[in-house]
């Protein structure tokens, strides 16, 4: 199944149904699974054998979706949780724990800056944010003895950042800590950050791997290919007594990190993403490769017309000639630049507001991903929490529009867009 190419991955990866059972990944909505001998769930409990005993660590839907998605981005194995918060949370607190300290770019979804801004640091846990167009020194001087990660996102939301994986990746090699990438806004079509240096993956499975906004979830994965056992670590290295004196790397080699995530995390946080979650994300990645393809090639045509209107001051989008992250954007996602593009409307916030009620087709929702093109004002909704510096330093303008732009005709999306510019 490894050799198929990427489409192929998408719509026949991985559940293989045995002779008689259900063609389609099935939702076992189930909290249990009964056996008949307690040796046997012994042998569960102290992962020798697999299989699910309690939905809250795992469960045969979710299972199917870890294992499609684990396949597309190419790693070693991959644990779902309720929330893109969760897994953002879960792929820190997985390597760090209270004096511990993390570089992450400054250029990240609201959500991910407080959790890591607020939520973390009263755990204990230190960040320090840097511009991610700094250059390689000025990152590494963000280092301290207790750094034990660097962060980032593919495409930054919404300031439509790419990341430069080269810089990023040196300065953790050279660190010698992993690289977590949330990759929710390229998805795995777009850019498998694995090739370029990252360890870890997380998503917001809600985007664009469910892209029909019916379901809450996210995703971690891990590549694999990060040493634990370097000292900074002891946590996966030391035996773990919550788990009888486990040692993740001992026991489980490559997949040492995302093993314990399940059995320690997932065991006693429980983030668990419900198995109907599951089935909906699972279901969204078997036309990935298409929605992605068309949310790409419309947000170029879109970026294209906006940036040629009057009423319009500037357009951001990798995939636009002469955008400042055309270059990095074909290096990284040459297949397209996904669906997210932002605007600065002449007039200011009003007449951002103004556009916005003049929109029929598109309407504003606090989204992004799904197959209708929809829009937002993020200085006053999603990133409303952060004050106005940290807004600017997040690449969020008073007059900002961000559009995802879904995968209608795109004569019919420009014509909405034209009518309402013209309104206002
Ligand atoms: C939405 C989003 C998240 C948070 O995901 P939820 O599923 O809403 O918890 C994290 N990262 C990015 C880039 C997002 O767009």
New binding site residues.
């Given amino acids: 199944m490894s050799d198929y190419q990427f489409n192929t991955k998408c719509v026949q990866g991985t559940y293989r149904p045995k002779p008689g059972e259900p063609r389609v990944l099935p939702i076992v909505q189930s909290t249990t699974f009964s056996y008949d001998d307690s040796d046997y769930v012994a042998d569960l409990f102290d992962l020798k054998v697999g299989g699910s005993f309690y939905t809250r660590i795992g469960n045969p839907t979710t299972d199917g979706f870890e294992g499609k998605m684990n396949l597309l981005e190419g790693g070693v194995g991959a644990l779902a949780l ?7 949370m879960f792929s820190i607190i997985n390597i760090c724990n209270a004096g511990d300290h993390v570089i992450s770019s400054s250029s ?2 609201g ?2 800056f407080n959790l890591f801004d607020v939520s973390l640091r009263k755990l204990g846990i230190d960040f320090t944010f840097v511009d991610p167009d700094a250059d390689l020194d000025e990152i590494l001087s963000c280092a301290k003895p207790n750094t034990k990660a660097i962060f980032g ?1 593919t ?3 919404p300031s439509m950042n790419v990341l430069d994986f080269e810089k990023f990746a040196a300065a953790a090699k050279k660190l010698d800590i992993p690289f977590i990438v ?1 990759n ?2 390229a998805t795995p079509y777009l850019c498998r950050p694995f090739e370029h240096g990252a360890n870890i993956i ?6 664009y791997t469910d892209g029909h906004a019916t379901s ?3 995703i971690v994965v891990d590549g694999g290919t990060f040493n634990w056992d370097n000292g900074k670590f002891p946590g996966l290295v030391e035996p773990d007594e919550s788990y009888h004196g486990l040692k993740y790397v001992e026991a489980f080699g490559p997949a040492a990190y995302i093993v314990k995530a399940r059995v320690q995390l997932l065991r006693d946080y429980g983030c668990t993403v419900s198995p109907f979650n599951a089935f909906m994300f699972h279901l969204g990645l078997e036309t990935l490769h298409l929605r992605m393809e068309r949310h790409s090639d419309n947000a170029r045509k879109l970026a294209e017309f906006l940036s040629g209107h009057p009423k319009v001051q500037w357009v951001k989008y990798p995939g636009l000639k002469g955008d400042p992250y055309y270059d990095l954007g074909q290096k990284y996602m040459p297949k397209g630049a996904s669906g997210i593009l932002s605007f600065g409307i002449k007039g200011g916030a009003k007449a951002g507001k103004d556009l916005i009620k003049h929109l029929d087709m598109v309407h504003l929702v606090v ?3 799904d197959l209708r093109t929809s829009i937002l004002h993020p200085a006053s909704t999603t990133h409303r929490q952060l004050n106005e510096q940290q807004q600017i330093e997040a690449g969020i303008y008073p007059e900002m529009i961000r559009v995802s732009v879904g995968i209608e005709d795109i004569e019919d999306i420009i014509k909405d867009f034209d009518k309402a510019l013209n309104a206002i």
């Avoid at 309720?82 to 953002?88: F, H, R, V």
């Avoid at 997380?202 to 985007?207: F, L």
């Fill in positions: 309720s929330s893109g918060q969760s897994a953002s990240i979804y959500g991910t996102e495409i930054a939301n949330d929710t806004l997380v998503h917001s499975s809600t985007k809450v979830g996210g989204h992004l991903g």
